[in-house]
């Protein structure tokens, strides 16, 4: 079995530690905060971000960098994406060649546009980056609820060693070499769910949710595409699957941030209310960036931008999507006749 570290004691990586330890590894979590170690080496829980999952005696907790790092087989990178780049400046020095570090946060960093797997890649460039995500709440993964991800790397190898690392009965891990397109699915699903929460909070229904979903994951491919991804992992559990539980679940912070816009809070207001980070306020500047740079249009998500950033009342943003131009649902499709 493996010596793993994880960056972030949060939620996920509170969660990925106990699938980790179920399957025999033995597993250091790092926090910066020595408040956050504390409590989780007296409690064995983390009362604040997963309260009623416990946490095995053999896992260990530390606020040194160089301990959660040195020796360990791998590195799972869990903090918020927000904090990716300069958790990973940090962790740079005591980073062998070679070693491995799992990044299982998602997001687009603003300004440079680059996914996380990129960032760790310019920031700690001796090592070999893999990703894990897919559809996963903390809460289910913790209390040891089935659940599918995908683990992405380059190679094969290192996507079927992380495979390893996480499976068990209850954590299916499949893999894939298109780390792109898991990574825009993953990060901009977060963008849609804010909408999706804005329509609940609205007062829509399941006509509304249903819209939001297929088109959202249109406007997602369309970029993922450009960006060089390929077209079955929209439609796979870094796609689809990770949309739907998004947008649909009570776990999801990003829906029931935007449920509280929809009822009239301001973005700052729902984010305090909702007291974790909300991926996709962060994430819903950098997606029009790369809109801008690839030239694709992204509709809903324009629209959650203006709602976030400009406040624009979200039944207004709601009134320019249904009253767009018409057109077809997908222009590569042919009439086989015209009159």
Known sequence: MAKIGIIGAGSWGTALAVVLEKNGHEVTVWSALETEIEMLKQEKEHLEKLPG????????????????????????????????????????????????????????????????????????????????????????????????????????????????YFMNEAFRVYTSPDVIGMEIGASLKNVIALAAGMADGLGYGDNTKAALITRGINEIGRLALAMGAKFETLCGLTGIGDLIVTCASVHSRNRKAGMLMGKGYTMQEAMDEV??????????????????????????????????????????AVYELMTRDKKAEHDELQWDMCE
């Open 53 to 164: 999952v416990k946490l095995a005696d053999t896992i260990c907790y530390t606020a040194d960098m160089e301990q959660a790092v040195k020796g360990m087989e791998a590195l799972v990178l869990a903090v918020p994406s927000m904090y990716t780049r300069n958790t990973a400046h940090q962790m740079a020095p005591f980073v062998t060649q070679g070693q491995l570090v799992i990044s299982v946060a998602k997001g687009v960093e603003e300004g440079t546009f680059m996914t996380l797997s990129q960032i760790i890649s310019q920031e700690i460039p001796q090592s070999l980056v893999a990703v894990l995500c897919g559809p996963s709440h903390a809460e289910e993964v913790g209390r040891g609820m089935p659940s599918a991800l995908v683990a992405g790397a380059k190679s094969r190898q290192i996507a079927e060693r992380v495979q390893r």
């Open 275 to 316: 007291k974790m980070v909300v991926e996709g306020v962060y994430c819903a500047k950098a997606a029009m960036g790369l809109a801008e740079k690839y030239k694709v249009d992204l509709p809903i998500i324009a629209q959650v931008n203006e709602a976030l950033f400009q406040n624009k009342p979200v039944k207004d």
